[in-house]
């Protein structure tokens, strides 16, 4: 699994637009492997950072922003880091003991190792725990359900190294406090359910209770909210975070990068991707460092140039087709797939919608696709909410069984950026029009206000000094209404920034949600 | 479409809409060999008359709302409707009757409304209750078995040299029962009027045979008692038969996962729940059995094939199981105090009003809505649980 080292590597730090960068290292300077070289501040919460390390000796020739092979698609800031080959260390830190440490002091650690959620969205692991901790958790979930078709890195993981995935839960359980731990893996897996209950066996007499639960193979198991239930029986409601119900939810992979932080002292520089497709002659599961490029790992693989193929990342159902394979592999690339010409590519003719209800079969959500695509059609926003589009989590599954070929997740990702973009519209338009109302009821407040003045003080002041008489003259009614208008405009900007801010939240939340394994 | 191309989700499980209609057309054929059977190849030629009249009224409407013929002739939808059409109307009916059913179905209940998808209406039931409507006398003139073979010997006692005619029984699966299913099918050809009137007037008139049965209990199992063979085309046991083979076609519709259980399984339960509620042993002549209602008429083709027809039933669970006890218990009423003979068009039709309600109000809770009551349950047992 052990790739050789690229020549070059662009280590992804974070979009701009996501936080404050911080470098530690600038153009030219030489740098040891699991050396720092940057960190991520996010601007929303605190005391979220994620901080980047070197995967291997080189110097630093550039820091650029480009595209990541990951689910963003925005430009991020990278360090471009030219390799020596050589892969000297820094002398790592002999790894600490991590049962004499406490829940705060193994946070930190995890959060000092960069780990973020290794399942797709890239939530930092130390802050879902964070999150979590001021409340009992009750149940800590390692997903080992793979999402999608296609992805087999946590499988392979597993099958390697499932005893450091194992010692990984237990550190994450004890991080969190968790009362219990269980590893969840679809019963379709026999070698890795094989590794890890013997890695469970291993380990039992020392310390752990982790115990292993075999879900359904039944797409999508691997989704946070559907494992939770499939595990526990919890139905988390719609809107609410697991944790605010005492569940917590980590991929295999992290686990297995908080083994490596913790028992091992090494920071997270790489992860295990998968390379597959039929434009590859030897698809494997990598254990790819961060910042190589898409292309480099497909040439290991032994592309196929000669022919066309088209390059995705993460699984067949909700993957993203890269445009070119200069990419750079983030922390949360967990599948490539070079899909050769008639792979990949469900090109039957779209047809009528025939209310088959097959869709709605396959919902994991127990949505009703079919009406959703019929309220889609005629831009029916509030039968949209009603009928749950918002809880949709675009698995794909209802695109997958349609006999109409009809693309349905296309089309709720449409209705879904059109209803937020209305949203934004409307309380915007709502604030100009508060403005708008005031600034006449001033005006007309002006003018009322005029000839009585005159009236009542005929000519023992002059004019100019009037404005100013009349505001103290009428200053309780007046200025009262002004505030109270004032204070409504006011609280709508806060609402309108709370929504935007909820939302860019949100899009992490519950993209971590989704992808999260 | 190419920029869905580039949009997840890439993979796609294979089925399609040409695929189903084609199982259904297979699903048909154990009903319309049994149909065959006992009543010749009247059907037959109904299926085909209603085949071609749909695909050339499928290809005329396709082309004047400018679609792409080649695709949407492909999805056989129109085939599958003129087979559902034809297995209702009676063998022996002129072919103008098939003709114009099957051509209001397609061109004003399905085209009109916007074609596949869109129409509220099953289109073949539209235009059997047409025809039901317009033409009484014509829909409900069936041949019965017995009289299918006594017209053929009320022929030849005409006098219509045949060798050893008194002798025979003629099946109707024989040459003259072919030349007889097609002069009545297409009674121009007929070379005198004298043929055509030898074979009408060995018709069945307008025999209702919820009527002719209600006296006698299952002609299946007299049949059996009196060791006459089931297949037999003087047992009586036609239309228990053809039951049979439209449930066996259901089944594998179910097991094919084309269909869901909810709407047939809401039917068939409802019909025989009233019909147990409202069997009065001593007096069967009016309601019938309970059996009788399952397998005496049409109930198992509108349960599994026609009430299940996707785009105008209900479309959620729940307002699937709705929709399928409106229509069995339509069926039930028509059947017994309606003046109509056959309930299931009508009974599919009343269902298909109802069913864009039954989508609005009877919706399945959508994951993780409406919890407050069962979370609290769930971790009050939680609770209890802990240590
Ligand atoms: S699977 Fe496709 S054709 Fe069937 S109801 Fe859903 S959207 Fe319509
Ligand atoms: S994409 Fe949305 S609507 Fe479709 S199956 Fe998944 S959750 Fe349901």
Known sequence: MPMPIPPQLQIPVGATENGTITLDVAAGDHVHKYQKLAQLQMSAQGRTCIPVHAPTSGIVSAIEEAYVADHSQQKQVCIVLTTDGLDTPLPLEPPVDYKQLTCEELVTAIRRAGIVGMGGAGFPAADKIDAAAHQAVDLLIINAAECEPYISADEALIRERAEGVVTGAEILQRASSARRCVIAIESSKPDAIQALEQAIEAQSHISGSCELILVASKYPAGSEKQLIQSVSGIEIPSGQLPAQHGVLVHNVGSSYAVFQALAQGKPCISRITTLSGQALKTPKNFEALIGCSVEFLFDICGIDKSLSHKTVLGGSLMGLQLPSDNAAVGKTTNCLIAAGSAELAPSADIQACIRCGFCADACPVRLLPQQLLAFSKTANNSQLLKHGLMDCIECGACDYVCPSHIPLVSIYKDSKAAIEARQINHERSEVWQQRFQYHQYRIKKEKDRAPTRTKAVPAKKPVAESGEAGVSVSSNGDEQEFFSKEKASREIAAAVARVKARRAGSKTATSEQDKSK | ?387
């Open chain 2, 1 to 387: 479409m190419s920029s869905m191309d580039t949009r997840a989700p890439f993979q796609h499980s294979g089925k399609n809409i040409a695929q189903l209609m084609q199982t259904l057309l297979l699903a048909l054929l154990p009903g319309i060999c049994a149909s065959l059977w006992f009543f010749g190849y009247g059907i037959l030629l109904n299926v085909l008359i209603a085949g071609f009249f749909a695909l050339a009224a499928e290809t005329a409407m396709l082309r004047l709302r400018g679609k792409n013929i080649a695709l949407h002739l492909a999805d056989r939808s129109a085939l599958v409707c003129a087979a559902l059409f034809a297995i209702g109307i009676p063998p022996g009916a002129p072919w103008w009757l098939v003709a114009l059913g099957i051509i209001f179905a397609i061109v004003v209940a399905k085209h009109l409304y916007g074609g596949l998808g869109q129409n509220p209406f099953n289109p073949a039931m539209c235009g059997y209750a047409m025809l039901l409507l317009a033409f009484p006398l014509q829909m409900t003139s069936w041949h019965l078995p017995n009289e299918v073979v006594e017209g053929v010997l009320f022929v030849d006692n005409l006098g219509i040299p045949i060798a050893g005619a008194e002798q025979e029984i003629l099946s109707p699966l024989s040459w003259r029962g072919f030349k007889q299913a097609l002069l009545l099918s297409f009674p121009f050809a007929a070379s005198s009027d004298f043929d055509i009137k030898a074979f009408t007037d060995g018709l069945a008139m307008a025999t209702p045979l919820i009527e002719f049965k209600m006296a006698g209990h299952s002609a299946l199992l007299a049949a059996r008692d009196s060791g006459t063979s089931l297949f037999s085309r003087e047992s009586e046991t036609a239309w228990e038969v053809i039951n049979i083979g439209y449930l066996c076609g259901g089944l594998l519709l179910l097991y094919k996962r084309i269909i869901s259980w909810h709407i047939p399984l809401a039917i068939i339960a409802t019909v025989l729940v009233v019909s147990v509620l409202f069997y009065a042993p001593g007096s069967v002549s009016i309601y019938g059995t309970p059996y009788l209602h399952l397998f005496g008429s049409a109930t198992m083709i509108g349960a599994f094939f026609i009430a299940t027809d996707p785009v105008s039933a209900a479309t959620t669970r729940p307002g699937k199981i709705v929709y399928g006890i409106i229509i069995g218990l339509s069926i039930y009423s028509i059947r017994v105090w309606g003046s109509y003979l056959d309930s299931v068009a009508f009974a599919v039709l009343f269902g298909n009003f109802c069913a864009p309600a039954l989508d609005q109000f009877c919706r399945p809770r959508i994951f993780g809505r409406g919890l407050s009551r069962a979370i609290k349950l769930v971790e009050a047992s939680n609770e209890s649980t802990k240590p």
